[in-house]
């Protein structure tokens, strides 16, 4: 029995922090329902590189986190369907939405609203500033942060301008901030037998991202330089060219730079190393990357990926995607699932039993309203009424 097997989740999100959190309460086994307004679907169904899906409102972007969800088309604005919803309310453990503060309320997403219908329930709200502050009410997307929370300041190199981190790590980083804030709330039910609000800010958990660097300038006043792919003090941790490509290195402690020192025949920079003060470490930085930047050079990356982890050296080298989701290390794992053909990534983790697991295929816009509509006790005259009244959308 998998963790959360029995809770309903009402899933009103759109793009991708809001379903991510949703999505990684599903593969836990909760029954999670995703609505959508009839004419304004989640406009992640429109995207992805394959434009056959993208037409079809099964886009890949929307696949990523779409999956083991059931899909209700209801329009929240007409009074029918905050009816529906009200009632869907009233037997569900957890709503997670994702709209500006002004278009949950004009929706009805509000807890007080909700909690008199359920006083048990856990009402999460994912924004990109949170439910106070004077940024509010101000829309935003995971590069909007990164702008805001000063991550682009801290990527790159000393050399170019502000980069953002290309995946969309702010907006998966929320969703899993979400995910976590959600699961300790369902306990903390259990314990009190109380609901809780929940208010996620995307900005907040940037600085949550950034963590060691959110602490050294709260402490310095002085935020973190870019220095990209080169640590400024440790000539271990950082990337070389080789033969054929390049290897990140990872000799962050004293002893992992004098296992690489003698993995690459330097022993006696190895013996130097070992009885350098950590405080003095980087005053030998010149000397040591000259040394490596020569030997790596000499043979290809995969070599010295193999020779410094027999060593000890946590090193690897730089791969693109598709290289790496080949690699037997993911295949010996069940992160990466095969659902009727397709690959889709699961959950970072495992347990010794009821480990997460997707149950279902992104479903189209929809598709499952009527059977959960039926399973509400609406009769088909009442469904096809709702229809014919645009509250739902199409069968």
Not at 370 to 385: E, F, K, R, V
Request: with cysteine; charged share 20%; glycine share 12%.
């Amino acid at each position: 029995m998998r963790p959360f097997e029995g809770l309903r989740v009402l899933d009103l999100t759109h793009v991708f922090a809001g379903p991510f959190s949703a999505y990684q309460l599903g593969v836990l086994g909760a029954e999670v329902i995703k609505i959508e307004a009839p004419g304004a679907p989640d406009m992640t169904r429109d995207d992805g590189a394959i434009a056959d899906l993208n037409d079809q409102g099964m886009g890949l972007f929307f696949q990523a986190q779409g999956g083991g969800k059931r899909a209700l088309a209801l329009d929240l604005k007409a009074p029918e369907g905050r009816a529906v919803f009200d009632d869907l309310v009233r037997g569900a453990d957890v709503v997670v939405q994702n709209d500006t503060r002004p278009a949950a309320r004009r929706l009805g997403l509000e807890y007080e609203r909700l909690k008199a219908l359920n006083p048990g329930l856990i009402f999460c709200s994912i924004s990109g500033f949170g439910q106070t502050g004077p940024k509010q009410d101000h829309p935003a997307y995971d590069i909007v942060i990164q702008a805001f929370a000063g991550v682009m300041t801290s990527n790159g190199t000393p050399d170019t301008t502000p980069v953002r981190v290309g995946p969309a790590m702010i907006d998966y980083g929320t969703g899993s901030q979400a995910a976590l804030a959600i699961s300790a709330a369902l306990y903390g039910r259990q314990v009190t037998g109380l609901g809780r609000e929940i208010d996620v800010s995307m900005a907040d958990c940037a600085l949550m991202l950034m963590n060691s660097h959110t602490k050294t300038t709260l402490a310095t006043g002085t935020g973190p330089r870019p220095n990209g792919n080169q640590d400024p003090t440790l000539a271990g941790y950082s990337c070389y060219d080789t033969a054929d490509g390049q290897v990140m290195l990872g000799a962050f402690t004293n002893r992992q730079m004098a296992n690489l020192m003698r993995a690459l025949g330097n022993d006696s920079a190895a013996d130097e190393i070992e009885n350098t003060p950590r405080s003095e470490i980087g005053g030998r930085r010149a000397q040591d990357a000259a040394f490596l930047s020569e030997v790596l050079a000499t043979e290809t990356a995969q070599h010295w990926e193999d020779v410094l982890n027999a060593h000890h050296v946590p090193a690897a080298r730089v791969r693109r995607l598709e290289e790496s989701l080949n690699e037997e290390q993911f295949r010996s794992r069940a992160v990466i699932q095969d659902l009727g053909g397709a690959g889709f990534a699961v959950a970072g983790y495992s347990y010794d039993h009821g480990s997460p697991r997707l149950d279902a295929s992104p479903r189209p816009h929809g598709a499952d309203t009527d059977a959960i509509l039926s399973d509400m006790g609406l009769s088909p005259q009442q469904i096809q009424t709702l229809r014919n009244r645009g509250v739902i959308g199409a069968a």
